[in-house]
């Protein structure tokens, strides 16, 4: 038995560093476009066939690394050009994003704008949410708030929840309108009902600060822990600061009597 378990332990000494070689080995040697042993083959031959949808997919596996396929914005923007060429919105807005954000290409917010409006006019949310963005901060356009509303509420109506959580805080901040807290609770609350942890983060300060309503700091607690549970930092700073000031009590109540449910519900 003994030697058994020896043989055993030895095995997986000498075996596991073997196999995090040989995965890495494939992530970065083996792992690409032209083998691509983890992700769907049957994409690349579509994207390879000349299908304008599977080769955005290709770019958006290649700048996100989804499918076990490495990071790479250079092959990203290749099938994203290939999309855009045939004119395929997520093609376009894919493409848009690269040159906005200077990832794999020289930055050119002008071109970015030029194929986000082709995408946003083919049907979007992304790319209305984006140029909904350029708009509101005057990035490659002149600054235009009520332009910034227009694209956010187009995104806004195909569901699409940043826009939802953008058109909140343009109406808590009063930005191309006058301050208006309920319509930033209704938007916000929109978003959150899709999973956007930064409008359930949005929802947490109206609750804190009493923005439209009475101060509920236990609801705004709830708010910041449910969205901390996604990794994200400003609601777990909000919830560190937040639970200074709450008793152990307090805390317990927030976190077994107020469901994210209740509020989309009310």
Same mark, same amino acid.
């Given at each position: 038995?003994? +030697?058994?378990?020896?043989?055993?332990?030895?095995? %997986?000494?000498?075996g596991l560093p073997i196999f995090i070689g040989y995965q890495l080995y494939l992530n970065y040697f083996v792992y690409t476009d032209t083998n691509p042993t983890r992700h769907d083959l049957r994409i690349l031959a579509r994207a390879e066939d000349g299908e304008a949808h599977a080769q955005y997919l290709?770019?958006? @596996?290649?700048?996100?690394?989804?499918?076990?396929?490495?990071? #790479? +914005?250079?092959?990203?923007?290749?099938?994203?050009e290939k999309a855009a060429a045939q004119n395929h919105a997520g093609g376009l807005y894919g493409l848009g994003d690269l040159y906005r954000r200077g990832d794999g290409v020289d930055r050119d917010i002008a071109r970015a704008v030029s194929l986000f409006t082709r995408a946003a006019e083919d049907g979007s949310?992304?790319? %209305?949410?984006?140029?909904? #963005?350029?708009?509101r901060h005057g990035e490659?356009?002149?600054?235009?708030?009520?332009a910034a509303l227009t694209w956010y509420r187009r995104a806004a109506a195909e569901d699409y929840a940043p826009a939802q959580r953008n058109l909140g805080i343009m109406a808590a901040n009063g930005?191309?309108?006058?301050?208006?807290f309920p319509a930033a609770l209704a938007w916000y609350l929109k978003a959150a009902g899709q999973g956007d942890y930064a409008a359930l983060t949005n929802l947490?300060? %109206?609750?804190? @600060?009493?923005? +439209? %309503?009475?101060?509920?700091?236990?609801?705004?607690?709830?708010c910041y822990f449910r969205a901390a549970?996604?990794? @994200?930092e400003p609601a777990n700073r909000r919830l560190k600061a937040l639970s200074d000031q709450l008793s152990a009590a307090q805390i317990e109540e927030?976190?077994?009597?107020?469901?994210?449910? #209740?509020?989309?519900?009310?």
């Amino acid at each position: 038995m003994r +030697s058994l378990e020896r043989l055993l332990f030895l095995s %997986m000494i000498i075996g596991l560093p073997i196999f995090i070689g040989y995965q890495l080995y494939l992530n970065y040697f083996v792992y690409t476009d032209t083998n691509p042993t983890r992700h769907d083959l049957r994409i690349l031959a579509r994207a390879e066939d000349g299908e304008a949808h599977a080769q955005y997919l290709m770019g958006f @596996y290649r700048i996100t690394g989804r499918q076990g396929l490495p990071v #790479d +914005s250079t092959a990203a923007r290749r099938w994203f050009e290939k999309a855009a060429a045939q004119n395929h919105a997520g093609g376009l807005y894919g493409l848009g994003d690269l040159y906005r954000r200077g990832d794999g290409v020289d930055r050119d917010i002008a071109r970015a704008v030029s194929l986000f409006t082709r995408a946003a006019e083919d049907g979007s949310p992304a790319a %209305m949410n984006a140029l909904g #963005d350029l708009y509101r901060h005057g990035e490659g356009v002149d600054k235009d708030p009520r332009a910034a509303l227009t694209w956010y509420r187009r995104a806004a109506a195909e569901d699409y929840a940043p826009a939802q959580r953008n058109l909140g805080i343009m109406a808590a901040n009063g930005e191309g309108m006058a301050q208006n807290f309920p319509a930033a609770l209704a938007w916000y609350l929109k978003a959150a009902g899709q999973g956007d942890y930064a409008a359930l983060t949005n929802l947490g300060i %109206m609750f804190e @600060y009493g923005q +439209s %309503m009475k101060k509920e700091p236990l609801r705004a607690w709830s708010c910041y822990f449910r969205a901390a549970l996604s990794h @994200y930092e400003p609601a777990n700073r909000r919830l560190k600061a937040l639970s200074d000031q709450l008793s152990a009590a307090q805390i317990e109540e927030a976190r077994s009597a107020f469901c994210f449910v #209740d509020l989309v519900q009310e």
